[in-house]
Each structure stands twice: as C-alpha cells, then as structure tokens.
C-alpha cells in the first residue's frame, strides 16, 4: 500500500564508490522527483521527470545521474562518492500537468553516509 | 538572501498553547504556497497549501498569506505533542511542467505534554 517507496532506506560506503538509489510510486502520478536534504534539514531539489522526460535539472555534479524506465520509476545513480554527498534523499511524485498547485508525495528518504 | 526564509528554531511550546510559524518570501513570481509537515526520520507530509493572500482553514490549522508583506504564517489551535515535527513552508512558481517548489529551510516544534 505504500504509494511512493525507496531502496534501500540506509546505504553506507566509501568514498569513491558508485550507487544506485531505486524509487517506485503506485500513485499513478506523471510527475517524480529527486530532492537532498542536508544535516541542516535544507530541502533541495535535484531532478524531476514528467512522464519519463527530465523537465528539471538543477545545478547537480553530473555524478548524479537519474534514470525513469517508466513513469512509475525514477532511479538515481550516484558514482564516485564524495563525503558531501552524505544527506537524506527523498524521492517525490505529484500526479502531472492536471491543475495548477500539486501537492508532492514524498517517500521515506534513504540516509547516504560517505565513509 | 535566500527566496523562502524561515527560521529554524527550535520552537518549544507547552501543550495546548497557540502556535505560530513564520516564513517570508522574496519572489514576487511564487504564485501558491505550501506548508508540509515532517516528522523525524520520515518524509514530508502536505498540511496546507493557499494561492492567493488571506487565510485558510482546516481544522486546527489556519494558513495565512501576506502578498504584500510577502509573509506567510501557519497557526496551531490547541497543540498537541503529536505535532512535534519540522514544519517546511515553501513557495511555487511556473505553471505546467517547469513548476516547482523552493523551499524554507523548517522550523522544528516541541510540543511539551
């Protein structure tokens, strides 16, 4: 019943290493996202998709490298691990283009430490 | 200076007390805004969220916008401890595909049975 899940919840590793992030929504939604949010609990967005299509790409190392297979999917890939990369991320969907304001359905958030 | 401020407390009430949280903004083009609730360890949750300046109400909660102070405020009734948590406000901008929210930085709230 979970409407928008993330794997793996903790990830810890070393520096220099390559991770994926995984992201699945059942919500139906069009739109997904990928936000940061850091020790001091500032919310940032990185990505975002509509319909498989990256529509924001903000100022990111382009280390971070999403994937959306399909509407339902957004995965974040993450190579060559630096310790400012430590942070919660959180992944998002809002059902799309329908409407004006769209409130954004946030997963659990997967706690990445840099070792 | 930041486009969403908000400070981030921490904020410590006693149960039942009146809360307020404040943001200000400083992009003239936000055109809706947002207050989302966290909790620790978990995800943000939507609480409210106003187009246009005045207030909204739901339940113990009131939203109010300032367009021309450019302030926006979320109150609590009656306080209950089951709303500690970091309250994130957020403004948006851009209709259709390029929308998206920026983001205050939260205020975290303690409420003390």
Redo the contacts between chains.
Sequence with gaps: DTAVSQTPKYLVTQMGNDKSIKCEQNLGHDTMYWYKQDSKKFLKIMFSYNNKELIINETVPNRFSPKSPDKAHLNLHINSLELGDSAVYFCASSPGVAGYQETQYFGPGTRLLVL | QKEVEQD?GPLSVPEGAIVSLNCTYSNSAF??F?WYR?YS??????LM?T?SSGNKEDGRFTAQVDKSSKYISLFIRDSQPSDSA?Y?CAG?KE???????I?G??T?LAVNP
Excluded at chain 2, 41 to 46: D, F, H, N, Q, V
Excluded at chain 2, 95 to 101: I, M, S, T
């Design positions: 981030p055109q809706y947002m966290q360890r978990k995800g943000p949750e939507l969220y187009y970091t994130l948006g209709a259709g595909n390029n929308r998206k929210l983001w930085l939260g975290s």
